[in-house]
């Protein structure tokens, strides 16, 4: 990429060298001036872009307005960050390699690890693809940016080795199909359902949360066959939407640990807004904490743990 420096070249020429290090990365909402914060996690995924690339949204925001507030920000702060876009109940497209372009120019430093399609629904398989092929021309511009997919998965313990859903596999296929090689798909290691077989790996009848993360790596791994270098995880801290699934701090380290021993691409978590004890008794999933009686900062050092 042009605006790497050459310090970075080197260092990314050897983590190649050396087997890529566990990229580990919080999600923050809507990333806004002084998000950036030195010393903190070793990455931090802004989400999420939304709308047409080149002229998306963050929410009400314009891109230009969340780049101009947080780019220079993170750079000053040493802060490595990534870009997602889409996300749960938003849509994000791409229909010219020139959008795609000033989607990725407005991002741009040297503290830009990637960009992340977080895609779970609104989408047909001709925008799929449409968004496919424009990230493969980009990589030929740019051939250092990491590109990741955050796709839904089951994690069937019941042999049936069921995973990617049916938008997944799209996205799958699709990324096949026109040759972009080296793309990571993050699992969503979250709202299992139900405490059945079929979804995930029970215990106590209810989804082992950690047990399930790695049951959800192994079936993607047997099933569509992607390589564990290509896989990484993102869990929903605390209480999740699906009630039943409590993502606990023993949940976190367990999955730390198995992404460092499995060797996987990455691991992140929703969401570093989270992650902190509710102020108030709050049940079910709350966006501003975790639901459980864990200090502020606790999973971001326990997960943080697999990077390390």
Same mark, same amino acid.
């Given at each position: 990429?042009?605006?790497?420096?050459?310090?970075?070249?080197?260092?990314?020429?050897?983590?190649?060298?050396?087997?890529?290090?566990?990229?580990?990365?919080?999600?923050?909402?809507?990333?806004?001036?002084? /998000?950036?914060?030195?010393?903190?996690?070793?990455?931090?995924?802004?989400?999420?872009?939304?709308?047409?690339?080149?002229?998306?949204?963050?929410?009400?925001?314009?891109?230009?307005?969340? /780049?101009?507030?947080?780019?220079?920000?993170?750079?000053?702060?040493?802060?490595?960050?990534?870009?997602?876009?889409?996300?749960?109940?938003?849509? &994000?497209?791409?229909?010219?390699?020139?959008?795609?372009?000033?989607?990725?120019?407005?991002?741009?430093?040297?503290?830009?690890?990637?960009?992340?399609?977080?895609?779970?629904?609104?989408?047909?398989?001709?925008?799929?693809?449409?968004?496919?092929? =424009?990230?493969?021309?980009?990589?030929? =511009?740019?051939?250092?940016?990491?590109?990741?997919?955050?796709?839904?998965?089951?994690?069937?313990?019941?042999?049936?080795?069921?995973?990617?859903?049916?938008?997944?596999?799209?996205?799958?296929?699709?990324?096949? =199909?026109?040759?972009?090689?080296?793309?990571? &798909?993050?699992?969503?290691?979250?709202? &299992?359902?139900?405490?059945?077989?079929?979804?995930?790996?029970?215990?106590?009848?209810?989804?082992?949360?950690?047990?399930?993360?790695?049951?959800?790596?192994?079936?993607?791994?047997?099933?569509?066959?992607?390589?564990?270098?290509?896989?990484?995880?993102?869990?929903?801290?605390?209480?999740?939407?699906?009630?039943?699934?409590?993502?606990?701090?023993?949940?976190?380290? /367990?999955?730390?640990?198995?992404?460092?021993?499995?060797?996987?691409?990455?691991?992140?978590?929703?969401?570093?807004?989270?992650?902190?004890?509710?102020?108030?008794?709050?049940?079910?999933?709350?966006?501003?904490?975790?639901?459980?009686?864990?200090?502020?900062?606790?999973?971001?050092?326990?997960?943080?743990?697999?990077?390390?």
């Amino acid at each position: 990429m042009r605006w790497l420096s050459s310090g970075i070249v080197l260092a990314l020429a050897m983590a190649c060298a050396q087997g890529a290090p566990v990229v580990y990365s919080p999600y923050q909402f809507l990333p806004l001036a002084g /998000a950036a914060r030195a010393g903190g996690p070793g990455a931090l995924t802004w989400a999420f872009a939304t709308g047409e690339c080149g002229d998306e949204k963050w929410g009400e925001k314009s891109g230009q307005e969340i /780049a101009d507030a947080n780019v220079g920000a993170f750079v000053r702060a040493g802060t490595d960050y990534l870009i997602s876009t889409g996300g749960g109940g938003g849509v &994000f497209t791409c229909a010219s390699d020139a959008g795609m372009e000033r989607f990725i120019a407005r991002y741009a430093s040297r503290r830009l690890i990637g960009l992340d399609f977080d895609i779970e629904a609104g989408q047909t398989p001709q925008q799929v693809d449409a968004l496919v092929k =424009r990230i493969v021309a980009a990589k030929r =511009r740019h051939p250092r940016l990491r590109i990741s997919f955050t796709v839904a998965t089951h994690a069937a313990s019941d042999g049936s080795l069921q995973s990617l859903n049916a938008l997944g596999e799209t996205i799958l296929d699709s990324v096949r =199909r026109n040759g972009l090689r080296d793309a990571v &798909f993050n699992l969503m290691v979250m709202d &299992f359902g139900a405490g059945e077989a079929r979804y995930c790996v029970v215990r106590d009848g209810v989804c082992d949360m950690a047990a399930s993360a790695v049951q959800a790596v192994r079936n993607v791994h047997a099933k569509h066959k992607i390589a564990l270098a290509q896989i990484e995880l993102t869990a929903m801290i605390g209480v999740n939407d699906v009630v039943s699934n409590v993502f606990t701090l023993d949940d976190a380290r /367990a999955v730390a640990r198995a992404v460092r021993s499995m060797k996987l691409a990455g691991l992140h978590f929703w969401s570093l807004d989270r992650d902190r004890p509710c102020k108030t008794p709050t049940i079910g999933a709350d966006p501003s904490c975790s639901t459980l009686d864990a200090g502020s900062g606790a999973f971001e050092r326990a997960l943080g743990r697999a990077s390390r």
